[in-house]
Structures are given as C-alpha cells and as structure tokens.
C-alpha cells in the first residue's frame, strides 16, 4: 500500500474500528499525520507568533483524531490483539497522576511505566499480522 492509498482508505473507514490494517496502511497514515502536524506547527508559529494555540494544528488534529484511533484498532486487530490495547499508556498515566497525590516518586514511577506500556502498544502495532483469518476478519490484501 502506498502513502496515497494508505490516507484514502482512512478516511474511507473514518470511524471503522472493525476489521485489518496492514503495517503499511497504518504506518504510512502515521508518516502523513507527523509530517502534517509538523508543516501546520511551523505554518502556525509563522502566521501566528503570539498565538499560543496553532490554529492550523488544531484544525488538522480534530479532523484526524477518529481516523488515527479507529486505524490503531484496525492495526491491533491484524495482530489478533482488541483494539482496547492503544489505550494503555494513557490508563497507566491516568495511574501515576493519581500515585502523585501519594508521591512524587510514584509519579516518576507511573511515568516510567507509561512509556514502557507505550513502547508495548508500538511494538506491537510494528509487529507482522496474522496470515489468516483471525477473530477479527480475514488478512488484509
């Protein structure tokens, strides 16, 4: 799958968060949302510099959050896995808020724990997928 055919299809499935995405279909989809959140943050810094809030960023933020989610899920499907599973850094951060009313080292270390649940969540989301037919629907073309 190609850059162009990988942002088509996620905005055709805007908010399907059923069936399989290939490796390609999401990571490429990824590449276009970093380097468009990038262009529209300089964009935004240069038409507006004592404007805090990028309007530009937010715009391309809030039109691309369902379809970013519901491709995550597809992806984690295709490795047999509940879509559910993108949501663990935050659940673990949402944790270690919640420790910093105890500590600031359990702060630290919910810190730490949510990135090493997000370093899962990304290795997981780079492995291969099944080959076949999975709880989730049929591979991917």
Known sequence: MTLTES?????QKYAVFNGRAKRSEY?????FGALCAVSL????????????????????????????????CRRLH????????????YGVMLFSVILALLSE?????????SGIAAIVVIFWMASAGDN??????????
């Open 27 to 31: 990571w490429f989809f990824f590449l």
């Open 132 to 141: 076949s037919k999975n709880r989730f629907g049929p591979a991917p073309k």
């Open 78 to 89: 295709d490795t047999n896995r509940s879509g559910w599973w993108q949501t663990l850094p």
């Open 41 to 72: 943050s300089i964009l935004d810094a240069a038409l507006f510099p004592k404007n805090e809030t990028g309007v530009f960023s937010l715009i391309f933020t809030l039109l691309t959050f369902i379809p970013f989610i519901s491709a995550a």
């Open 105 to 113: 080292t359990l702060l630290i270390v919910g810190l730490i724990g």
């Open 7 to 11: 942002i088509k299809t996620c905005f």
